[in-house]
């Protein structure tokens, strides 16, 4: 049995652990179930009307005092090591181990944040002295800086109970920004998401920090994700989740008497493109190679390579063998959420009046998942939009096309992704380069002789696209240059330096 002794089943705002009247049980895969409060409307308020009231001090701390604070949640995180590895694998059902690595991106993302924002480039500074001289009219002194938007709003992801959720890295992201943060938990880890914001409280009473600098609402309906988004004081949000929660919610943020920036991260198919020389030299090798991406998490990632464009002929028939006879040794798995289960097995089963099925169709047991691979023809795929659906979980198509010109044309076909992968070798190049101008207007990231699951945490990473893969294609959720989308640039035009922000007056 789980140890919840530490656990409230509480909303945090404003530093005090809140209860409200209607309340949940979590849905774990294993061990006791988890009763915590639902917040709504009034909970929210409540919690974006202290980081407001917080953002008047924290937007206007240093960097050196918000990367401190940004390692004491670290620091805190890894101090409740084992108990969020206990929760998040009873919770999601994902292995210890893989919640162990997610712990360390969660911890890395922070310090990684706090490494970007002492060395201060992330502020762009640009000053322009003024010519008062200047013929025939003098120029103004002006300088500029990026500044912290204020209170931001936060969705967690059921598929990263960490690196996507509570102290993720839109809440990383926000807080090196300036930003204080109302994160609105996710209903299928309440008890994970709980222990995360507990060490974000910690190393808010341990650095100081402005107790509604972080904010975080249990609830399983959409009342508070709604009331979220609309609420007049925040200023805009990050969300990883369905196309369709997503969507709805990116509407409202647009219907808003004040648009705000919502930043989704709705999914994708991230298509694979083989080429014949890669055929030729490792059809077999690349076909099982890629089978184990497509399984990896029970298929639960965003970035899981669910189609696959590779031509008609033999050595195109050697990978699908290959794949198909290690997708055989692939066991059912347990699924994030009964939901999640339900909607892959409703997406199979769609797939499947109009695809090929090459795997053997099984029921799977409850809240499980088996693999399920389809093929269709390039002239098929051309003639069906339908069949670029997510499927979210372990499920793949695979495009078999008659012709170089035919992969073209596919690839044309495609709607925004988060990734689009090349298997290539040298005698292949002649065709990627035909292709790369088309893919490079298709996804935020492209990947040569390598799977896309797996987002390393960098400068140089991007992870989101052209719409529908997210709601703004200058915009990445993973990585360095993620801190952009929760600030604005400032010009200041003849100001005092003692009126400036401190960056300034020291530049």
Not at 338 to 347: D, F, I, K, P, V
Request: proline share 7%.
């Amino acid at each position: 049995m789980l140890d919840a002794t530490p656990l409230t089943g509480k909303h945090l705002i404003a530093g005090d652990w809140v209860g409200s009247g209607a309340t949940f049980a979590s849905d774990p895969v294993s061990g006791d179930a988890v009763t915590v409060c639902s917040g709504g409307a009034a909970e929210i308020d409540a919690a974006v009307q202290a980081a407001e009231e917080a953002f008047a001090t924290y937007g206007w701390t240093d960097r050196e005092t918000r990367a401190k604070f940004l390692e004491a949640i670290a620091e805190e995180i890894e101090a409740r090591g084992a108990a969020l590895t206990a929760h998040g694998s009873a919770e999601t059902g994902l292995p210890e181990a893989r919640l162990e690595g997610e712990r360390g991106r969660t911890t890395g993302q922070l310090r990684m944040f706090a490494e970007h924002i002492r060395k201060g480039d992330y502020l762009d500074i640009r000053h322009d002295a003024a010519l008062p001289d200047r013929q025939p009219l003098p120029r103004p002194d002006l300088r500029l800086i990026q500044r912290p938007l204020g209170p931001v709003g936060v969705f967690g992801a059921s598929n990263f109970p960490l690196a996507f959720s509570t102290a993720g890295g839109d809440t990383a992201a926000a807080l090196a920004a300036g930003c204080p943060v109302v994160y609105k938990g996710h209903p299928g880890h309440p008890a994970t998401g709980e222990l995360v914001a507990q060490a974000i409280a910690a190393a808010i009473e341990k650095t100081g920090m402005p107790k509604g600098t972080f904010g975080f609402v249990q609830s399983n309906t959409n009342e508070a994700g709604e009331a979220l988004v609309q609420h007049p004081l925040i200023r805009a949000v990050g969300f990883t989740g369905s196309f369709r929660g997503g969507k709805a919610l990116f509407d409202l943020a647009m219907s808003r008497p004040e648009p705000i920036p919502f930043f989704g991260e709705l999914g994708s198919i991230n298509p694979v493109f083989v080429l014949p020389g890669a055929l030729t030299a490792r059809a077999a090798e690349t076909g099982t190679a890629w089978a184990g991406s497509l399984t990896m998490g029970v298929g639960q990632f965003c970035t899981n390579p669910g189609i696959v464009v590779l031509p008609q002929g033999p050595e195109g028939d050697a990978f699908r063998e290959a794949a198909l006879e290690a997708l055989g040794q692939v066991g059912a798995q347990p699924m994030l959420t009964e939901g999640t289960a339900r909607g892959y097995a409703g997406a199979v089963a769609e797939t499947g009046k109009t695809a090929y099925r090459l795997t053997e169709v099984a029921e799977a047991p409850a809240r499980c998942g088996l693999p399920a691979v389809f093929e269709v023809t390039g002239a098929q795929w051309l003639a069906n939009p339908d069949l670029a659906e997510e499927m979210f979980g372990p499920a793949a198509i695979l495009v078999r096309t008659a012709s170089a010109e035919e992969t073209l044309q596919i690839a044309k076909s495609f709607a925004g992704q988060l990734t689009v992968t090349l298997q290539m070798e040298e005698a292949d190049t002649a065709e990627a380069k035909t292709l790369m101008p088309v893919l490079e207007r298709k996804a935020g990231r492209i990947l040569a002789n390598g799977y896309p699951t797996g987002v390393e945490v960098a400068d140089a990473m991007v992870h989101g696209g052209p719409f529908p893969a997210s709601t703004n294609f200058g915009a990445t959720s993973v990585g360095s240059l993620g801190i952009r989308r929760f600030l604005r640039p400032v010009s200041f035009q003849n100001i005092p330096a003692a009126l400036l922000p401190e960056d300034l007056q020291q530049g």
